[in-house]
């Protein structure tokens, strides 16, 4: 439940042993600057053992991708796909994502909120929203 926006060439990096890893109900707005990919993974074992899905992905600048898993450096492209579609397709990952603009309740006065009607509300694991921390997580609990 993370909301990652305005990054720079990658926003995310998983590198040496990713198994168990979770990456959930994240929402990647414009998360690089320049054309690039929003996460990055290296599988120097051999092995895409991390777990992606129910992601929101974009708006991005033209030409980013979702991701880039590298085999054994950066030199070493396994893995990508120029849409969140042909991703999912090549990785087996991301299933349940999504790509759209989240719809933030201002994103000038910097309020990364859902707004009503964003594709991002209730599109999370387990119908939660996607994206920081989702109001609803929070309900029952005393102190918050």
């Known amino acids: 439940n993370n909301t990652v926006l305005l990054g720079q060439v990658f926003s995310t ?12 109900n994240n929402v990647m707005y414009r998360p690089t600057s320049v054309p690039n990919a929003a996460v990055a993974i290296n599988q120097s074992e051999g092995k895409l053992e991390l777990v992606s899905d129910y992601n929101c992905w974009g708006p991005m600048v033209p030409g980013t991708r979702p991701a880039y898993v590298y085999a054994r450096s950066l030199n070493d492209l396994a893995f990508t796909g120029a849409t969140v579609t042909e991703w999912a397709a090549n990785t087996g990952l991301d299933g349940h994502s999504i790509e759209a603009d989240p719809l933030f309740a201002d994103l000038t006065a910097g309020d990364f909120r859902l707004a009503p009607g964003s594709p991002a509300l209730g599109a999370g694991e387990g119908g939660t ?10 309900q029952g609990r005393t102190g918050q």
């Open 13 to 24: 990096y998983f590198i040496g042993d990713h198994s168990g890893c979770r990456f959930i």
């Open 129 to 138: 929203n996607m994206g920081a921390l989702d109001e609803r997580l929070l």
